[in-house]
């Protein structure tokens, strides 16, 4: 574990991999709710890192950081959310190329995935969702679309998303959910947060 | 919510937001902080006319904006220099002023500067979104940009009436001229640049690009070198981080910044400098200070 310092008030924890990121952000979460950690106003997880912005003194804590033993394994929280999709998106066939499968396997494979939420980011309520196995990973498309409809179920790299909203976007797209991602008038407005479990469901 | 008065839009401007201090704990949704990009022009705007320092103020960028209030009220117009008159008649600038009921009130183009503070007694009250009123320009929350017409909420106001305060002369440093001065905190990347890169950084002529926006301070000069290749995986990005994007000159993450980023940070400008580099106008030099941890 590396802990590097950000300006004069943040600090950037680094770890070996996702999952140990995703734990570490897990403690550090449950260590501020406990009142064990010194005011601090964003921890921010993302892909091997997590950032704590907003702390008085980011020495002091980084001395503390410095002696720990981050668990390894993430706790297993609260029920998944379970996101009904039409596996029929545009990029189906690219991916089940990719994949080496055909498109139904496609479907099967991810809706057989247990993700969890390791990072938020892009447009608010888009999670990086992990889960899928390394192999397969898919490159992002050569040429990102203008307007990638909400709801748009994503491949890139070693991660699955959805779109809240019409954004641009370069997501190898393999179907649609019309659950609503993010909604500033519902409590809470982001349906996925960092360490939220998820499952896919196929549907006709 | 009772409102205390409404502001009729009758000029916008080029980009005029209603701002407030922003949304504090919400990044690892993806939702940037947001709130004034010269907070202490905001927080100046709002003393003068007895709000609290979170009070919604209008932010206008470059060309100023006017607004007619339904009844009298209490305003202060703070951040760039700019000319502030009432129904055409010169009012004073970093002062708190009277605006009679269907008077305008025009903020006029900067004479300096970039970005003006209008502040309400009552601040504007439009509804808040996730804790705040700010207009967020990357993810679109928050009130849209003001346009011609819009009825804008003003609140109660709370405090004293501001001609009853002391010191109503504004003291802000006011915008940069000659040169913006960012001092540099390195890291937490400054090990993803060569010693060359990082002397480039101190030393090259970087000017300030008419790309910029609420999103970040763009400059353009030379690329300082990478002492590495590949990509870095994407990890949270602070207000006032220089990311390095290959091929451009380095951009200082404003207010509206994303919440997480893939370009690695060379350094951090601290953010009692960001009030300059949010007032810095296209083509201003800017200089870098690095400053070892």
């Known amino acids: ?49 997590v950032l704590l912005d ?20 993430v706790p297993a929280g609260s029920a998944a959310v379970v996101l ?10 690219e991916v089940a190329a990719l994949w080496g499968v055909d498109e139904e396997e496609v479907a099967a494979v991810h809706s057989r995935t247990e993700f969890r939420v390791a990072f938020c980011g892009f447009a608010p309520g888009f999670g990086y969702l992990t889960g899928l ?72 | 919510m009772t409102g205390a008065g409404v502001l009729e839009v009758v000029r916008p401007g080029a980009l005029t937001t209603v701002q407030d201090l922003g949304r504090v704990g919400l990044a ?14 905001h927080r100046l705007a709002n003393r003068l006319v007895g709000n609290p320092a979170g009070a919604a103020t209008l932010e206008t960028t470059v060309t100023g904006c006017a607004v007619r209030p339904d009844r009298a009220v209490a305003v202060a117009v703070t951040g760039a220099p700019c000319p502030v008159r009432i129904d055409g008649r010169p009012a004073p600038w970093g002062a708190a002023v009277r605006v009679p009921g269907g008077a305008v009130l025009e903020v006029g183009a900067a004479r300096a500067g970039v970005r003006s503070y209008l502040a309400v007694a009552g601040g504007v009250a439009v509804e808040p979104v996730l804790g705040s009123r700010s207009t967020d320009l990357l993810s679109g929350l928050g009130p849209a940009p003001l346009s011609a017409g819009t009825p804008l ?7 004293p009436a501001p001609w009853a305060l002391p010191g109503t002369a504004a003291a802000a440093p006011g915008p940069p001229t000659g040169e913006l001065v960012l001092p540099l905190v390195l890291g937490p990347r400054d090990d993803w640049f060569t010693g060359a890169a990082l002397r480039t950084l101190a030393r090259a002529a970087y000017r300030v690009s008419a790309e910029s926006n609420r999103v970040g301070l763009r400059t353009e000069g030379p690329s300082p070198e990478r002492a590495r290749g590949g990509e870095l995986p994407s990890e949270g990005m602070v207000t006032g981080a220089v990311q390095v994007p290959p091929g451009g000159g380095p951009v200082v993450f404003l207010a509206d910044h994303p919440t997480t980023g893939g370009y690695p940070v060379v350094g951090v400008v601290p953010g009692e400098a960001l009030a300059a580099a949010a007032q810095a106008v296209p083509g201003l030099p800017v200089r870098f200070v690095p400053l070892r941890r």
Do not use: C, N
Not at chain 1, 2 to 30: D, I, K, M, N
Not at chain 1, 152 to 177: D, E, H, K, M, N
Not at chain 2, 28 to 41: C, I, K, M, N
């Open chain 1, 133 to 204: 196995p390394e192999e397969l990973g898919v490159p992002r498309r050569a040429v990102p679309r203008t307007a990638v409809p909400p709801g748009s179920v994503g491949l890139a790299g070693p991660y699955t998303g959805v779109y809240p909203r019409t954004s641009p976007g370069g997501w190898q797209l393999i179907g649609r959910t019309d659950a609503v991602l993010w909604d500033v008038s519902r409590e809470p407005a982001a349906l996925l947060a960092p360490g939220t479990r998820v499952r896919f469901e196929a549907v006709p």
């Open chain 2, 28 to 41: 690892h949704l993806g939702v940037p902080r947001s709130g004034a990009l010269d907070a202490p022009a």
């Open chain 1, 54 to 73: 907003g702390l008085e003194d980011p020495r002091a804590l980084a001395e503390r950081l410095r002696g720990w033993d981050v668990p390894a394994a």
């Open chain 1, 84 to 93: 009904p999709v039409r596996y029929d998106g545009p990029d189906l066939a």
């Open chain 1, 1 to 49: 574990m590396r802990v590097l310092p950000v300006g004069r008030r943040a600090l950037l924890v680094e770890v070996e991999s996702t999952g140990r990121a995703q734990a570490l952000h897990a403690e550090l979460v449950r260590l501020r709710e406990a009142g064990e950690l010194p005011e601090v106003e964003e921890i921010v997880p993302a892909a091997v890192t």
């Open chain 2, 153 to 159: 909420p003003v609140g109660p106001a709370s405090g």
